[in-house]
């Protein structure tokens, strides 16, 4: 079965960086998605597997930079400059199709890393 698992969550000051990691077993799209307090799960970030294309929500443009490393099967959330509303659980999410920034169209969950950004 297709196991997904976050790394890299943590806490940081307002201004510093992390980078999360989704390790993937399969050939699929991922996305990250996150959840803070009170508030409904949000997309974040997304890769296609074939084509690399990527997608961002407004709130991180020019901030987070998704990638992947097809050879180690993972894909990577570098968080720049990150600000206390990027508190959250961050999840990645798989699908065997195109990437898509819409929550319910992923098959497969990791169970989340926890950032926290401290002011």
């Known amino acids: 079965q297709v196991q997904l698992v976050e790394s890299g969550g943590g806490l940081v000051q307002a201004g510093g960086s992390l980078r999360l990691s989704c390790a993937a077993s399969?050939?699929?799209?991922v996305g990250w998605f996150r959840q803070a307090p009170g508030k409904e799960r949000e997309f974040v970030a997304a890769i296609s597997w074939r084509s690399g294309n990527t997608y961002y929500a407004d709130s991180v443009k020019g901030r987070f930079t998704i990638s992947r490393d097809n050879a180690k099967n993972t894909v990577n959330l570098q968080m720049n400059s990150l600000k206390p509303e990027d508190t959250a659980v961050y999840y990645c999410?798989?699908?065997?199709?195109?990437?898509?920034?819409?929550?319910?169209?992923?098959?497969?969950w990791g169970q989340g890393t926890q950032v926290t950004v401290s002011s």
């Open positions: 999410a798989g699908r065997a199709y195109t990437a898509t920034t819409v929550l319910r169209e992923y098959d497969y």
């Open positions: 399969g050939r699929y799209a």
